[in-house]
C-alpha cells in the first residue's frame, strides 16, 4: 500500500516546480520519475527552455549537492572524475575527485564532448562508480545524471552512440512553451526581479526519497500488466507477427533494459498519481520515453518521414490492451 503523505509531499513537490519550470509539466514529471526510479534522462530540446533551471529547482528542495558540467569538444574524461594530483611534499599522487561525486549532475549538451568524456560519464551511470588508475571507487548512493542536448545544432556534436543512449531510462523531448506560458514566465521572472519568489515546500531528505522508491518497487502490478508491458517490448522485437508493414519500419527492437525501465517508470507514475497499482495506462503514459531512444528504424522509415514516435503509437494500435 502506498504511503498516502509521503505520495503528498512528491505531489507538493511537483507543484512548487510546475510555479517555478512554467509550461513544461511533462519534463518535471518525468524528472520526478527518473529520480524516484533510480535512472537517469536525457532532455533534447531548443536552449532556452529552462532545462538547466528544472533540475537546479529540483536540487534545492532535495538533501544533496548539485553539480553542472558543461560539456565542450576540449573536455577530457579527468575533467569529469577527477585526477591523481603528485605532492611534492609528501611524495605520493593524492587522488582529487572530479564533479561526477555529486548527487544531481546537469551535463549540459552531452553531444559537444568527445566519445572518451561521454563513456566516462555513462559508465558511472551504468556502474555507480568510477576507475581512476588503480583506484575503483563507488558513487554516491543517490546519483541522478540529466543529460541534455540541443537537436538544432549539428556541426561539431558527437552524437551518442545507440547503446550508450540505452543506459539512459527516458529521453524526453521538449518544445516551445504555449503564449499563455509565456506571459505567465514574464510574470515568473519579473516577481523573482522583485523577490517575490513563492515559499518553498518542506525539504525532502533522502530517505524519504529512499523510503518512496521502496513504496514504489512495493506498488502493486498485476499479472495482466506485466503480461502487458512484455507484450509491447515484443512487438518491437518481433514486429512480423502484428505486421507485415510494421516490421519493415523497424530495424531493431528494444534491449532488457527497456523492460527493467518500463516497468519503474510506470510503478513511478501511478504511485506520483496517488494510486497503489499500476495500470495500462501508466505504462502507456511513459512508453515513449522509455521507448524512443531504443528503438531503431529502418531506412524505409525514415524515407516516409517517420520518427519512433509514430512507430510506437503504431505498436500501442497492435498490441490489445488487457
Known amino acids: 500500500m502506498a504511503n498516502p503523505s509521503l505520495a503528498a509531499r512528491f505531489q507538493t513537490l511537483q507543484a512548487h516546480i510546475n510555479e517555478q519550470i512554467i509550461g513544461q509539466p511533462h519534463l518535471t514529471q518525468r524528472m520526478l520519475i527518473a529520480l524516484l526510479s533510480d535512472g537517469h534522462l536525457l532532455v533534447e530540446g531548443p536552449p532556452g527552455l529552462a532545462k538547466t533551471k528544472a533540475i537546479k529547482v529540483l536540487a534545492e528542495l532535495i538533501e544533496g549537492s548539485f553539480h553542472r558540467i558543461q560539456f565542450t569538444p576540449d573536455l577530457l574524461p579527468s575533467d569529469i572524475t577527477g585526477t591523481e594530483i603528485y605532492r611534492p611534499e609528501t611524495g605520493v599522487f593524492e587522488f582529487q575527485s572530479g564533479p561526477i561525486f555529486h548527487n544531481l549532475i546537469l551535463a549540459d549538451e552531452i553531444n559537444r564532448a568527445p566519445a572518451k568524456v561521454q ?12 576507475s581512476v588508475g588503480k583506484h575503483t571507487l563507488p558513487l554516491e548512493k543517490l546519483f541522478m545524471v540529466m543529460a541534455t542536448q540541443n537537436p538544432l545544432e549539428q556541426e561539431g556534436t558527437y552524437p551518442l552512440p545507440e547503446a550508450q543512449l ?56 498485476a499479472d495482466a500488466v506485466k503480461t502487458y508491458l512484455i507484450e509491447l517490448v515484443m512487438a518491437t522485437r518481433n514486429p512480423q507477427a502484428y505486421s507485415a508493414e510494421l516490421a519493415s519500419k523497424i530495424g531493431y527492437g ?14 513511478a507514475h501511478a504511485w506520483l498519481q496517488g494510486k497503489d497499482y499500476v495500470s495500462p495506462d501508466d505504462v502507456q503514459a511513459v512508453l515513449h520515453d522509455v521507448f524512443r531512444h531504443r528503438l531503431l528504424l529502418t531506412f524505409e522509415a525514415e524515407a516516409e518521414g517517420l520518427n519512433a514516435d509514430a512507430i510506437i503509437d503504431q505498436i500501442l494500435g497492435y498490441v490489445p490492451v488487457v
Open 254 to 267: 528494444v534491449s532488457p533494459r527497456a523492460t527493467l525501465a518500463l516497468s519503474r517508470c510506470a510503478r
Open 119 to 130: 563513456s566516462a560519464l555513462l559508465e558511472a551511470m551504468a556502474e555507480g562508480q568510477i
Open 166 to 221: 540505452d543506459r539512459f531510462m527516458l529521453h524526453v523531448k521538449i518544445d516551445y512553451p504555449s503564449a499563455q506560458s509565456e506571459y505567465q514566465i514574464l510574470e515568473l521572472v519579473e516577481n523573482e526581479a522583485r523577490d517575490l519568489s513563492p515559499s518553498r515546500p518542506e525539504h525532502l531528505s533522502q530517505n524519504d526519497l529512499f523510503a518512496a522508491r521502496e513504496a514504489i518497487l512495493n506498488l502493486h502490478m
